[in-house]
């Protein structure tokens, strides 16, 4: 689906993003490109970086590819270095880097659950925290992409729950912080994107039919309707818009976590 907005609305500018390899944030690292963003890519596996890498450049974008674990600061430190470096400059960051499993709280291991929120919150703060020096010299904006878990109980989710509420917070001191020094500070929250690997692992099944006949807008939402939402927050169209987090979940929320008792039945 093209995009609901003009093109070239990021031209000049330079982005980070994170689990930049596939799902959401290969989609958002391509849509970013398309807008004329110059784009680095951070994830574990060099494989699926390369190739959406090579996506980008067919298209005539710049694209560097760039291989470290968000939990560990140094490394990332090394690649926000690096990537501002080659580009010049550091406009936009987008933390999409992610990791979750279904797993009930009561066998849920201390290890599993660290594991999440290392890489979805202390992951964000680490990016975050490496790029502001140059994104406060281009007064840019990061979006971190966190969920509807953040708000909504959610069975099986406790792990992951925990670390986007910590985001959703996250943003929101960040966006107080940073304010002074020109950088905005938002996050999107996707609900139900088909897909997408979390859909794969957390509606597998006859469970996917059941979560869709729960959405009030009838259907499941698409990678690019996020990367929209992401687009609006981070170009000049959400110039005074932060600390903000854009639910983009076709109303799904809207009806709390009681429907997921019913699902697990």
């Not at 006859?206 to 996020?226: A, F, W």
């Amino acid at each position: 689906m093209p995009s609901v907005f003009a093109t070239g609305l990021l031209e000049g500018q330079s982005a980070f993003v994170t689990g930049g390899g596939s799902g959401i944030g290969a989609g958002i690292a391509k849509r970013l490109a398309s807008q004329g963003a110059r784009v680095a890519l951070l994830g574990r596996t060099v494989e699926k970086l390369e190739a959406v890498a090579a996506e980008i450049r067919a298209g005539g974008g710049d694209a560097r590819v760039f291989a470290a674990d968000v939990r560990e600061y140094h490394a990332v430190e090394t690649a926000v270095e690096a990537a501002a470096a080659a580009f010049g400059r550091l406009d936009v960051l987008v933390n999409s880097a992610a990791g979750n499993f279904l797993a009930p709280a009561s066998q849920l291991s201390a290890r599993g659950f660290r594991a999440v929120i290392d890489i979805d919150l202390c992951g964000t703060f680490n990016v975050s925290r490496a790029a502001f020096a140059h994104l406060a010299k281009t007064h840019g904006s990061i979006v971190n992409i966190t969920a509807t878990q953040a708000d909504v109980p959610t069975p099986l989710q406790c792990h992951a729950g925990a670390a986007k509420a910590g985001i959703a917070k996250l943003t929101r001191d960040l966006a107080l912080e940073w304010a002074g020094s020109g950088v905005r500070v938002n996050a999107v929250a996707p609900g139900p994107i088909e897909g997408t690997e979390g859909m794969r692992r957390l509606a597998p099944g006859d469970v996917k039919d059941k979560v869709k006949s729960r959405v009030p807008l009838g259907r499941y939402g698409t990678i690019d309707e996020v990367c929209d939402a992401v687009l609006f927050l981070a170009s000049r169209a959400g110039a005074y818009v932060t600390g903000s987090t854009l639910l983009i979940d076709g109303g799904t929320s809207l009806l709390g976590g009681a429907g997921f008792l019913e699902m697990m039945s």
